[in-house]
């Protein structure tokens, strides 16, 4: 889990970032090399708790899928906006 201090369910990304950071200042080298990467971090809303995606990735990884769940993951917590911290997500 990226910080064990996430609520369960995410928190919307300026609250976490204010909260956690002061800002989101740090973010901008990432986005930046995302873009120049066809990556561009487009619809960032949450900040995810990653407890179930990562229960989620390790099991895909057994089946031979860990390359296309994280894929999948990443499009849909920053490109989407989706909240991969719920389960149903």
Do not use: F, Q
């Not at 201090?5 to 609250?15: N, R, V, W």
């Not at 995810?48 to 390359?67: I, K, M, V, Y």
């Amino acid at each position: 889990m990226i910080d064990p201090h996430t609520k369960p369910d995410g928190e919307l990304y300026a609250d976490y970032h204010r909260r956690r950071w002061g800002g989101d200042g740090w973010t901008a080298p990432m986005k930046r090399m995302g873009r120049a990467e066809g990556a561009p971090y487009a619809n960032w809303k949450i900040w995810p708790n990653t407890h179930h995606a990562s229960r989620l990735l390790l099991e895909a990884g057994r089946h031979g899928l860990g390359d296309a769940v994280i894929g999948r993951l990443y499009r849909a917590c920053y490109e989407e906006g989706e909240n991969v911290s719920r389960k149903e997500v």
